[in-house]
């Protein structure tokens, strides 16, 4: 589930992973992939300033995020997004 950038993106709702938690988006996105396997679609997990969720959502196996949290914390998620080979959108 990497980050490719002619994928489809499906956006959660404003800090969705704080209301019905990564692991759902996670299965969400496995069923996609799973039902839809020509379909080229990926989530955007809104994590709102959470970085602890967005961090997790991208260990787990998300391609992209979005988050909205000072400029300190947002460079190390997009760090390790980086390295993961994952997205992160920025939110104000």
Not at 31 to 42: C, I, Q, S, V
Request: glycine share 8%; charged share 25%; with cysteine.
């Amino acid at each position: 589930m990497g980050a490719d950038p002619e994928a489809d993106e499906l956006w959660s709702p404003p800090d969705a992973a704080s209301i019905h938690g990564v692991l759902w988006f996670v299965a969400l996105q496995q069923a996609l992939d799973r039902d839809f396997p020509g379909r080229n679609a990926r989530i955007v997990l809104d994590c709102g300033a959470r970085a602890d969720l967005a961090i997790e959502a991208l260990r787990a196996g998300l391609a992209a995020v979005a988050i909205a949290a000072p400029e300190r914390i947002t460079g190390k998620v997009t760090d390790i997004a980086a390295q993961l080979g994952r997205r992160v959108y920025l939110r104000p």
